[in-house]
């Protein structure tokens, strides 16, 4: 395996995600930020958070497929959600846990930032998800 996930003793717990990646490897795979739209363009899940949260999550999967890598491959992602407040979080995992089985999700997840915004390109979107991937 190319990515290893842990958090040494002493970072703050429990959070959903790993706090440190080690990655060796040549090739490095950037998702750019991914949102709810299918491959047509429509809107998915508007106005649902989790459900936003999901679709970004599977176009990021799509994204990763495309350079050969997986989840499992994933050093660092970054959430950008608008308006953020912290009694969103039950929402936003909400969604992370509806695509976990079906993407291959490594709970606790890599290294993670949920950035707070006040709006993304347009105003239906709630997350955006940025990955970055290391492979052999």
């Not at 080690?22 to 299918?38: E, L, P």
């Not at 846990?97 to 347009?122: Q, R, T």
Request: avoid cysteine; charge should be negative; proline fraction near 6%.
């Amino acid at each position: 395996m190319t990515v290893q996930l842990f958090s040494p003793e002493g970072m703050f717990q429990p959070v959903p995600y790993e706090h440190v990646s080690i990655a060796t490897g040549s090739r490095h795979v950037h998702v750019a930020g991914q949102i709810s739209r299918d491959a047509d363009g429509n809107h998915i899940a508007v106005g649902d958070l989790a459900g936003q949260v999901a679709q970004s999550l599977r176009n990021t999967a799509r994204g990763l497929a495309g350079a050969g890598a997986t989840f499992a491959d994933v050093v660092r992602l970054r959430f950008f959600v608008t308006q953020w407040a912290p009694e969103k979080m039950d929402a936003f995992m909400a969604g992370v846990a509806l695509v976990a089985e079906e993407l291959a999700l490594p709970l606790p997840l890599p290294p993670a930032s949920l950035i707070g915004v006040d709006i993304l390109f347009e105003d239906d979107v709630l997350v955006e998800v940025e990955a970055y991937a290391v492979l052999d």
